[in-house]
């Protein structure tokens, strides 16, 4: 069966069950239909004193077309824990719609290792998405009103920090011209759109700890600049109130189940290429006190990923993860050993040694932040003994072990050792977690830490109004924030074709942005886009309602 059969066939217990299964009282979820709700804001107050659990990363290999399976690992993860008398639960990112109508499909895992309902979550979901898009556009709206009526802040219109934002891949709007058509409209100037996901707003629900801290964070967000430099806020023209009064239902966590019926919380946004891309703070820690173990999960590969989760959510929020989990695909070693995807299904173990260099490297740097790691082998039918072993040999050469995981097919069955070894590896105590870099670092330092360490450049390329806008921040007060590094997902490098484990390579800065309500700068490298655009043949030109209303080509 495909993954949307596997899904709709599902035995789904009522969510007030589920919520049971963690002590959360069924007054304290807020239902949308029988299988999804959110945690109310009184419980999870009520449960601060709590003790918290055992946190683990999954964490993966630069994506390639092969295929690795990240959310489906988290998934199955949970589930093997919970299989073997753990008590755990998942904490996931929400889909956008941009990559389930573009190229990427769904995110709630696949096979026998899936969240659901799975149509809901890669759709509107709680319509989470669409309150930060609303709260997003109305601080937008809220600036440029501000201006037309006699602009008190005395805004340089030139120096308007705000894009506007949608979910949706949509090229065309990345550069725009608005306020045409005469005085009544405004005073023209250029501007442009990101997706929903690479929003301030987006990070600031990820990483807020409750309503006045989303407000205070939402008040933080510089909007403008005046003639003078100095920042104008969102506080400054009064949204910081409604935009909170928009998001208030959005910052409750949802929950939902597995196909195991084990709990799952789905909050947040993706995209660690341009965003930090995590899971949100309040389902993260809400889970950590009410489950022994939770499984969470970060974007991509574990250069983007894994760094800005160790570096940014878990500097920001004290959370100190027990263990990681990298995944890898035979499959996706091939083709970071050269092998073109139409060849993927013949055997050839030399291609995954040579891939094998990628996987190490992530192995590398997950160790260096003391957090201890495993390799998943997610595995596909076309795996062969000889090509398994090959991973599993390299692996251990360097120090790590790597388990073979059959989750997508067997579900929890097929990835008990995978959490058994998990559990052992938490019980040994030897996680000795730290960032990358100190708060005290200046901002280019940062960048350069994570260039030079992570990714292995030789050097950061940036010409002199980027530094110089750097220092301007750190003079202003920001030079304790972290980094949060915007590049191509599929490298090391800033050159998506680049794959393996370059080096000898540098890495270009584009523009920074500065999240003073998130708490990070954003730094954009090489030719990334914070509006992605549709391919060649988008998702959407398959996706339908078939003659009994069901939806069909949504993954």
Known sequence: MSDIEIARAAKKKPIQEIGARLGIPAEHL???????????????????????????????????PAGEGKTTTTVGLGDGLNA?????AICIREASLGPCFGMKGGAAGGGYAQVVPMEDMNLHFTGDFHAITSAHNLLCALLDNHIYW????????????????MDMNDRALREIVCSLGG??????????????????????????????????????????????????????????????????????????????????FVHGGPFANIAH???????????????????????????LGAEKFFDIKCRKAGLKPAAAVIVATVRAMKMNGG?????????????????????????ENVKSFGVPAVVAINHFVSDTEAEIQAVIDYVESHGSKAILCRHWAEGSKGITALAEHVVKMIEGGSAQFGPLYPDAMPLFEKIETVAKRIYRADAVLADKTIRTQLKQWEEQGYGHLPVCMAKTQYSFSTDPNLRGAPVGHSLPVREVRLSAGAGFVVVICGEIMTMPGLPRVPSAESICLNENGEIEGLF
């Open 30 to 64: 807020l239902p949308y239909g029988h299988d999804k709700a959110k945690v109310g804001q009184e419980f999870i107050q009520s449960i601060q004193d709590r003790p918290q659990g055992k946190l683990i990363l999954v964490t993966a290999v630069n994506p390639t």
């Open 277 to 303: 891309g995590c899971n949100s703070v309040m389902a993260t820690t809400t889970a950590l006190r009410l489950a022994d173990y939770v499984v969470t999960e970060a974007g991509f590969g574990a250069d």
């Open 84 to 88: 073997i008398g753990k008590k755990a």
């Open 183 to 264: 005085v009544a409209n405004g005073f023209p100037r250029q501007g442009g759109f990101d997706i929903t996901v690479a929003s301030e707003v987006m990070a600031i629900l990820c990483l807020a700890t409750g309503l006045k801290d989303l407000q205070k964070r939402l008040g933080d967000i510089i909007v403008a600049y005046r003639r003078d430099r100095t920042p104008v806020y969102a506080r400054d023209i009064k949204a910081d109130g409604a935009m909170t009064v928009l998001l208030k239902d959005a910052m409750q966590p949802n929950l939902v189940q597995t196909l195991e019926n084990n709990p799952a």
């Open 339 to 363: 092998v073109p995807k139409d060849n993927l299904a013949a055997e050839n173990v030399e291609a995954v040694k040579k891939g094998c260099a990628n996987l190490g490297r992530h192995v």
């Open 150 to 165: 006699g602009n008190e802040q005395e805004i340089d219109i030139r120096r308007v920090a705000l894009r506007r934002v």
